[in-house]
């Protein structure tokens, strides 16, 4: 069955320090996985896709077949980054499952 | 290109009535998703359509139902509510089901 898991329901960081939300998925194909996000009073918007590769906003995710794992992670936390964040996981032809999500605060 | 539009973006209900949210997907897209978002449970995927068919569906009771036109708009119905209906209702839509999704504003539904 497909399922993500998103371990931290909420996460407190502070300014400047290092980001890494968690997400752990099962999925017996091959997925692809996405981390979306969503800032305070706006729609939920993808931040960036494993296929991608690519830094979005300083975030970066690998995907570790191996761990089954795609943890989201910047070096250095900003303010504007306080939001709520949701792994995911889709196939093509097929649904896109969520985490429960990780709300992000980052701490003066 | 317009965005994912969902109508209306409030709602305020009775235990017992009915509801129907509407959906319009970006042009072009075929795929249209519900996800029920609440504090406690974040997303919960409801059901998919794809040229007019469901092709997936959540852990939802019966009384949660769609439809998608030959258009690609959608609509969700939720029959008999109940207070725990209350949740804002996301809509997205896609070029194919599992690829990156756009969503819309939401309908924040309450149930009272």
């Known amino acids: 069955a497909q399922r993500v898991t998103q371990p931290e329901k909420l996460l407190s960081v502070f300014k400047g320090a290092p980001v890494e939300l968690k997400c752990n998925y099962s999925?017996?194909?091959?997925?692809?996985l996405f981390w979306y996000v969503q800032y305070s009073r706006q729609r939920l918007q993808l931040l960036l896709r494993h296929i991608s590769r690519e830094s979005i906003k300083g975030f970066t995710a690998d995907l570790n077949k191996g761990e089954t794992s795609f943890h989201l992670k910047k070096p250095f936390a900003q303010e504007e980054d306080s939001a709520m964040y949701y792994c995911a996981l889709g196939n093509r032809d097929d649904k896109i499952i969520f985490g429960k999500g990780t709300r992000l605060h980052i701490l003066p | 290109k317009a965005g994912v539009t969902q109508t209306p973006r409030y709602l305020i209900k009775t235990r017992g009535q009915q509801v129907t949210l509407s959906c319009s997907p970006i042009?072009?897209?075929?795929?249209v998703s519900w996800y029920q978002q609440t504090p406690g449970q974040g997303l919960q995927f409801l059901f998919e359509?794809?040229?007019?068919?469901?092709?997936n569906k959540g852990n939802f009771p019966g009384r949660f139902s769609g439809r998608q036109f030959s258009n690609s708009r959608s609509e969700m119905n939720v029959s008999t509510l109940e207070l725990g209906d209350s949740a804002l209702y996301l809509c997205?839509?896609?070029?194919?089901?599992?690829?990156?999704?756009?969503f819309g504003q939401g309908t924040r539904l309450t149930v009272v």
């Open positions: 997205a839509s896609s070029a194919m089901g599992g690829t990156e999704a756009f």
């Open positions: 999925y017996s194909g091959s997925p692809e």
């Open positions: 359509y794809f040229s007019e068919t469901q092709r």
């Open positions: 042009s072009g897209h075929r795929s």
